[in-house]
């Protein structure tokens, strides 16, 4: 069995179907490949001072004995307040890795996810013969996007990708660049035949 994707002209008008994996979609993948994309987009850059870099704090500020308060050798200590931090952040290079098998499996699952709700469209071909902005709106009105849609492409040297660059909703990707997070963030996913024929390609192997 297989799900019956179809498939759009430049016109907007329906031209065929294509046949893609009938699966569920993986929430619990899609989870942990999304957690570990956020993640690993946050710098890492968080600091706090130890006592050896806090300013001051170089006289002992009372003799040893005889005040009847307790000894101590200086105002930096991490018991004083504004004094050093103990066992602080520092920045580091810290990155969470997905197993290759879960990130094959996340992928395929997102885009299962846009099938199931109706926001795969896909095309024939995205040739253009001007990169107008103008009939890069016109085929996106044709298809029926009005909101944020991420476009596809094997191929970013086309006057496909002149003509949205300057539509603020849409988003242009290689396809060796999207990721599960990526094709989730859009309210569409925009693409050809091909590229998903080289998707289906990446992912064949998850058992």
């Not at 002209?9 to 570990?36: C, H, M, P, T, W």
């Not at 009847?68 to 105002?75: C, K, L, N, V």
Request: net charge positive; with cysteine.
């Amino acid at each position: 069995m297989s799900k019956e994707v179809k498939v759009y002209n430049l016109q907007g008008e329906e031209i065929g179907a294509y046949s893609f994996l009938d699966i569920e979609a993986n929430k619990d993948v899609i989870y942990y490949a999304v957690r570990v994309h956020l993640y690993n987009m946050h710098p890492k850059t968080a600091s706090t001072k130890t006592r050896g870099m806090v300013r001051g704090g170089g006289r002992k500020p009372w003799r040893q004995k005889g005040t009847g308060r307790a000894r101590h050798g200086s105002i930096r200590s991490p018991i004083w307040k504004g004094g050093g931090v103990v066992f602080g952040p520092h920045p580091r290079n810290v990155r969470l890795v997905l197993p290759k098998k879960i990130k094959r499996s996340a992928l395929i699952s997102a885009l299962i996810d846009k099938i199931d709700n109706n926001r795969l469209i896909l095309l024939e071909t995205l040739d253009i013969e001007e990169p107008r902005t103008k009939k890069a709106v016109e085929i996106l009105s044709n298809l029926g996007i009005t909101s944020s849609c991420l476009v596809v492409l094997e191929d970013l040297n086309s006057n496909f990708v002149l003509a949205v660059r300057n539509i603020p909703y849409v988003e242009v990707r290689a396809i060796n660049e999207i990721s599960p997070y990526e094709i989730l963030r859009y309210d569409y996913l925009l693409t050809t035949t091909s590229v998903v024929d080289r998707l289906k390609g990446r992912v064949i192997s998850v058992g």
